[in-house]
């Protein structure tokens, strides 16, 4: 198992652009998520996919967001028309059902994205 | 809104020395995590708590769930120059994830 995988590490875009990120989970997760996180803060969750459907999504993320998982195995985030705030690290993680009924979290190393 | 208050924000500390991170709510959780963050990185587990008034320890840290599940803390003892990162709770209700803002610890040699 090699833990959850994120690409591209960085980005860097200019005001505009569009980006896309993608995220590979552990295999046998089932749940997906995407989080956002700015300097000095918590990540600040995003959306969450268990296997293919998407079942919920933050109000942070607008209309420019979206977000697919379309086999239920790895997933992209894309950020159209980017703005300056769109700036942060942008961390992905699965998890599965443990066997005290809840979802750990194993994070991914992140994409950072730089908007000029 | 549901929110998750951690404190200190910040702690510098020398190595050797014992410390305690909280993280405190006015709502009630099914579950609570720990992690711990390195800069550039992603959070890395640490344990997670589900019973009220449960305790684990993982060598020289020690997580405690409050009774009521809406609070927890974290107890380092002798703390390590190893220690050091951004440490996160972050509680589970329903579908709900909410991360706090994390504890920035500092341990010196």
């Known amino acids: 198992d090699t833990g959850v995988s994120q690409n591209p590490r960085h980005k860097i875009t200019k005001r505009g652009q569009n980006v896309t990120f993608r995220c590979d989970p552990i295999?046998?997760?089932?749940?997906l998520y995407w989080y956002r996180q700015t300097l000095g803060q918590g990540p600040e969750f995003l959306t969450y996919f268990q296997n293919e459907a998407q079942l919920e999504k933050s109000r942070l993320l607008s209309d420019r967001f979206s977000a697919e998982r379309p086999k239920g195995s790895f997933s992209t985030l894309e950020i159209q028309r980017t703005e300056q705030g769109d700036s942060a690290m942008y961390l992905c993680?699965?998890?599965?059902?443990?066997?005290?009924?809840?979802?750990?979290?194993?994070f991914g190393p992140g994409t950072r994205l730089t908007v000029t | 809104t549901q929110l998750l208050e951690q404190s200190p924000q910040f702690l510098s500390i020398q190595e050797g020395e014992n410390l305690t991170v909280y993280c405190n709510s006015s709502?009630?959780?099914?579950?609570l995590q720990w992690y711990r963050q390195e800069p550039g990185e992603g959070p890395v587990l640490l344990v997670t708590v589900v019973t009220g008034g449960e305790v684990k320890k993982l060598k020289r840290l020690t997580f405690q769930f409050g009774d009521a599940r809406k609070d927890s803390s974290l107890h380092i003892t002798a703390a390590q120059p190893g220690d050091t990162g951004l440490y996160l709770c972050?509680?589970?209700?329903?579908?709900?994830?909410?991360f706090g803002k994390g504890t920035t610890l500092s341990v010196s040699s």
């Open positions: 709502s009630v959780f099914s579950s």
């Open positions: 295999s046998e997760h089932n749940r």
């Open positions: 993680a699965s998890s599965q059902r443990g066997d005290r009924g809840t979802y750990e979290q194993y």
């Open positions: 972050e509680g589970q209700a329903g579908t709900a994830l909410i």
